[in-house]
């Protein structure tokens, strides 16, 4: 896998504050990804098309357990130490098919929008959740945790979204940052 150049954490905090997306590289697990994060709230359909163009397309959201559970979105399986906390999929209510970038950009705002309704979501849906834990990357190491804690250190909300890049190709222009990183600026803060 090619490394970037690692970007400060402040530079991440800056971009995910702008509405840009980031390159977060999860180097806490035993096999490191990359992932391309954004602030939920942030979600437009040209925001979410240009990221499925450039990972897997499989995108994530990420938010608190507390959040997740006034959502009723449940755990897909039982919480473990360490294991990934998977939470149901959902799509926005009235949506077309779910899967377009714009039904997509609306369920993940609609996810990252304080006070929206659980009623507002069908379940199944073509947005996968993940249940972070509350303490962030200093709770559960993983890097899912340490994109929630880039987005709530940037005051640009509490949930963040997110793919696996499928390519070592660069990105120019976008910050990169190590999960370890923001782990050690979580220790150092």
């Given at each position: 896998?090619?490394?970037?150049?690692?970007?400060?954490?402040?530079?991440?905090?800056?971009?995910?504050?702008?509405?840009?997306?980031?390159?977060?590289?999860?180097?806490?697990?035993?096999?490191?990804?990359?992932?391309?994060?954004?602030?939920?709230?942030?979600?437009?359909?040209?925001?979410?098309?240009?990221?499925?163009?450039?990972?897997?397309?499989?995108?994530?959201?990420?938010?608190?357990?507390?959040?997740?559970?006034?959502?009723?979105?449940?755990?897909?399986?039982?919480?473990d130490r360490g294991a990934p906390a998977y939470g149901v999929s959902v799509d926005a209510e009235g949506v077309g098919t779910g899967i377009s970038a714009a039904d997509r950009a609306r369920t993940i705002s609609l996810l990252g929008t304080p006070?929206?309704?659980?009623?507002?979501?069908?379940?199944?849906?073509?947005?996968?959740?993940?249940?972070?834990?509350?303490?962030?990357?200093?709770?559960?190491?993983?890097?899912?945790?340490?994109?929630?804690?880039?987005?709530?250190?940037?005051?640009?909300?509490?949930?963040?979204?997110?793919?696996?890049?499928?390519?070592?190709?660069?990105?120019?222009?976008?910050?990169?940052?190590?999960?370890?990183?923001?782990?050690?600026?979580?220790?150092?803060?």
């Amino acid at each position: 896998m090619t490394v970037l150049q690692e970007s400060t954490t402040d530079t991440a905090l800056g971009a995910l504050r702008a509405g840009r997306p980031v390159v977060l590289l999860d180097d806490l697990g035993p096999h490191p990804e990359r992932e391309l994060v954004f602030a939920a709230r942030s979600a437009t359909t040209a925001l979410v098309a240009g990221v499925v163009r450039r990972t897997s397309g499989f995108l994530v959201v990420t938010l608190p357990e507390p959040e997740a559970d006034r959502l009723r979105l449940a755990a897909q399986s039982p919480a473990d130490r360490g294991a990934p906390a998977y939470g149901v999929s959902v799509d926005a209510e009235g949506v077309g098919t779910g899967i377009s970038a714009a039904d997509r950009a609306r369920t993940i705002s609609l996810l990252g929008t304080p006070g929206t309704a659980p009623d507002v979501f069908t379940r199944p849906g073509h947005v996968i959740t993940y249940r972070a834990h509350p303490d962030g990357v200093l709770g559960r190491a993983t890097g899912r945790e340490a994109a929630f804690d880039l987005v709530r250190l940037a005051g640009a909300g509490f949930a963040v979204a997110g793919a696996a890049l499928t390519s070592d190709e660069p990105l120019p222009g976008l910050p990169v940052v190590t999960a370890s990183g923001v782990l050690a600026h979580r220790l150092s803060h």
